[in-house]
């Protein structure tokens, strides 16, 4: 009974490739959120939404877009992938800004 | 220097020993994390706090705003405590955007 589910969980992909990374939760939380873990494992932000709306936008480039259909889902749209996009990408969810988060598996994107 | 400090960077115990990992920060916050990465990837948050003290099971976590310290406690450790444990906290200053500390990784040995 998953609580943050996103898929898939692995994906590799040439460069110059568009692709989405799903993300669901139902736990009924206001604010999703889409985080990049780098190499050196360090987790940064990248969008967050509350109500299907954005509040963070972090220096991102645009080839990153977040689609937030319902407050359930936050799905992440790459254009044009680039070596350097190769990461693990996690999604989160939490009550309402700034409250505990809870956490996808993560997606592991390897660009080629 | 970072704004969230962990230590240790990485600790091995024997199983049944009592572990102490320490967090310490700069910024002025609205709230701690501390989560557990496994080796898999994924990550459980386990606590956020913004005073006092929390327990869950063997996991006791503590704070002191006036000291910006936090430490997160496992009693009666357990091989499958093995993870990386992550402190974060909600920075006030910066539109309560999380700051992550760079992990502790734990090895509980059997």
């Known amino acids: 009974d998953t609580a943050v589910s996103q898929t898939p969980k692995y994906l590799v992909t040439q460069m110059g490739n568009d692709k989405s990374i799903k993300c669901e939760q139902n736990?009924?939380?206001?604010?999703m959120y889409w985080y990049k873990q780098d190499s050196k494992k360090f987790l940064k932000i990248m969008f967050s939404?509350?109500?299907?709306?954005?509040?963070i936008n972090e220096t991102v480039p645009n080839r990153f877009s977040p689609k937030s259909p319902d407050k359930a889902h936050l799905n992440l749209h790459i254009n044009s992938l680039e070596l350097g996009d190769s990461a693990v990408y996690f999604c989160?969810?939490?009550?309402?800004?700034?409250?505990?988060?809870?956490f996808g598996q993560g997606t592991r994107l390897t660009v080629v | 220097k970072n704004e969230v400090e962990q230590s240790p960077q990485n600790l091995t115990a024997q199983e049944g020993e009592f572990i102490t990992i320490n967090c310490s920060y700069s910024?002025?916050?609205?709230?701690l994390h501390w989560l557990q990465q496994h080796p898999g990837g994924g990550i459980v948050s386990l606590f956020m706090?913004?005073?006092?003290?929390k327990k869950h099971g063997r996991l006791i976590a503590t704070i002191n705003i006036q000291e910006k310290h936090s430490s997160l406690h496992i009693t009666a450790s357990h091989p499958r405590d093995s993870a990386v444990y992550i402190c974060?906290?909600?920075?006030?200053?910066?539109?309560?955007?999380?700051?992550w500390g760079a992990g502790t990784k734990l090895i509980i040995k059997p």
């Open positions: 989160a969810s939490s009550l309402r800004d700034y409250t505990e988060a809870f």
């Open positions: 736990l009924g939380h206001d604010t």
């Open positions: 939404y509350n109500n299907k709306e954005l509040i």
């Open positions: 910024v002025g916050i609205s709230a």
């Open positions: 706090l913004s005073s006092g003290k």
């Open positions: 974060a906290v909600n920075n006030m200053d910066s539109n309560y955007q999380l700051i």
